[in-house]
Each structure stands twice: as structure tokens, then as C-alpha cells.
């Protein structure tokens, strides 16, 4: 029976908090779940609106919110504020925290600790870590302390200047073993979630074969039980579109031109219909 209304994902939803839980059982079952990153609560609001089931703030906000270069440039101290913000915008949402470059690498202790502040100052749901097979033993410790991890394999942007720009994995048998591998052993350490960048579709088709936990991809084909891209990719936001994402909508030309119009109300002076009107002397 229909009322005439037409149901949206954040419908289905109404009422029920997406946790780590729901996307484990959304994965058993073969039902996608749909990720994006998010930087700001206003954001994070509509994107839980749309029905969204997971925003990472991600360390690309080092390049999209702050200009910066690159995600090695991303302050920690940022990163877990905004973190914060995107929680409490969409507070019935999974928001996953991006550990930035040298928050996690330099010892376990600055690791657990910076894990930690993520959890209790940013309110995260769940902390991500670029790693290989040789952080397990860091992602074990941070899981025996109650920190949900999020294993990231496959191209590891914060590694860039090792390789001199960002590149795909997993092309060749060798390295598509070693990110399997990786992704393996990530989840004996405890992760709760893995998410897999830039590999050939058979590489994440393997992870999948071989590990039980929720698998999101971006550019990893379209098994994955989740799916992210960066938001401004999305929405057509940024100048150069990564091969994998293509944009939904023109929101770059639609702000342009909203800024045009803006600027010749202005100069014509037109700028508000509405007028404050001084008040009455009451003596």
C-alpha cells in the first residue's frame, strides 16, 4: 500500500542510530552501505538527512578545508575538532575519525593517546589508520584499549613522498598478495572495519574471500560492502576529479555563480528589500 509520499534512505532510518553494529549486519546480509567524508556539522547534517551511514572526516581536509598541499600536512588538533563538529551535526550517524600523518607512527603511546582523544574530545565512532601487516601489533594494543580501528590498505595517500605522488596498489601479483595479506592481518589485530583505496576489483574481491569484517572501497570496484568518495569529488567541488569519482552534481559552477550574482547586487546596491527602522524617542 502507498500513501502517495516517496520514501527516502534517511525514511527507512527515521529513529534508528546507524552504529558499527548496523553496518556488520548490513554487510552479512549483502546490503551497501554508503559513505562520504564530512568536515562541518551543517554538512554532516544533510548528508544524515540523505541517509548516509557512515562520514569520515578525513585528513583530505588538509587539501579542501585548509588549502594545504597534501594529507601529510593535516594538524591533529584540527582533525579531532572537526571530527567533533561532524558528530554533533549527524549524531545518529557512524563518524569515523582520520588519524593524520605522524599522529599514530612516531610511538604506540603518542598513538593510543592521540586514538584516545578521538574517541572522548571528537566523539568518533570508529578511528582510521593507514597500515600495513606491521602496525598490527599497534592496531592489537588500541583494540585491547576500546578503540574501534578502521584498517586502511591499498594506496596509502599519507605515503606519497615515498613513491613521489599518489599511485594505485595492488597491480602486479606480488603487491595485490601484500595488500590482502595486509588487510588480513589488520582484522586478526582486532579492526573492526577495513577500508581498501585504489586496487584492481580481484584485490578487493580477495579481501572480501578472506576477511569477515565490513570492506569499504574507493576505487576498489563495486563489491566492497561500502562505498566512499570525498564530498567536494562528489558534488563537483574540486578542479581535478580522481579517475574513480564522478561527480553527481556542478555545485563548483552553482556557487560560482551564485557569488557573481551576489557581487552585482552589490555593486547596484540592491542588496536587501528589508529595512530596520529607527525607534521612537520614548521620552
Known amino acids: ?77 584540527v582533525a579531532v575538532a572537526l571530527t567533533a563538529g561532524v558528530k554533533r551535526g549527524a549524531p545518529n550517524t557512524v563518524v569515523m575519525a582520520d588519524m593524520p600523518f605522524m599522529s599514530y607512527q612516531a610511538s604506540e603511546a603518542d598513538a593510543l593517546r592521540n586514538a584516545g582523544r578521538f574517541m572522548t574530545e571528537g566523539l568518533a565512532d570508529v578511528v582510521k589508520v593507514e597500515a600495513d601487516k606491521s602496525l598490527a601489533p599497534l592496531v592489537s594494543r588500541m583494540s585491547r584499549a576500546g578503540i574501534p580501528i578502521c ?43 577495513l577500508l581498501v583505496e585504489a586496487v584492481p576489483p580481484e584485490v578487493a574481491d580477495r579481501i572480501l574471500d578472506r576477511t569477515g569484517v565490513p570492506l569499504i572501497g574507493i576505487g576498489a570496484g563495486p563489491a566492497c560492502h561500502g562505498q566512499i568518495l570525498v564530498l567536494h569529488d562528489l558534488l563537483g567541488l ?46
Open 151 to 193: 584498517g586502511h590498505v591499498g594506496s596509502k595517500p599519507q605515503r606519497a613522498g615515498l613513491t613521489g605522488g599518489y599511485a594505485a596498489a595492488g597491480r602486479d601479483p606480488a603487491s595485490a598478495q601484500a595488500v590482502v595479506d595486509d588487510a588480513m592481518a589488520l582484522e586478526d589485530a582486532g579492526a573492526v572495519l
Open 238 to 283: 574540486t578542479d581535478r576529479q580522481p579517475p574513480f569519482a564522478g561527480p553527481v552534481a556542478d555545485f563548483g559552477a552553482s556557487l560560482q555563480e551564485a557569488a557573481d550574482r551576489w557581487v552585482r547586487r552589490v555593486r547596484a546596491r540592491e542588496v536587501t528589500a528589508h529595512r530596520y527602522s529607527m525607534r521612537v524617542d520614548p521620552r
Open 1 to 77: 500500500m502507498t500513501t502517495g509520499t516517496i520514501q527516502t534512505p534517511a525514511d527507512e532510518r527515521a529513529d534508528k542510530p546507524v552504529t558499527l553494529r548496523t553496518l556488520a549486519g548490513m554487510a552479512r546480509r549483502g546490503e551497501p552501505f554508503a559513505c562520504l567524508t564530512c568536515y562541518e556539522a551543517t554538512a554532516a547534517r544533510w548528508l544524515e538527512r540523505a541517509g548516509v551511514h557512515l562520514l569520515l572526516v578525513g585528513d583530505t581536509a588538509a587539501e579542501v578545508v585548509l588549502g594545504l598541499p597534501s594529507t601529510v600536512h593535516m594538524p591533529l588538533e
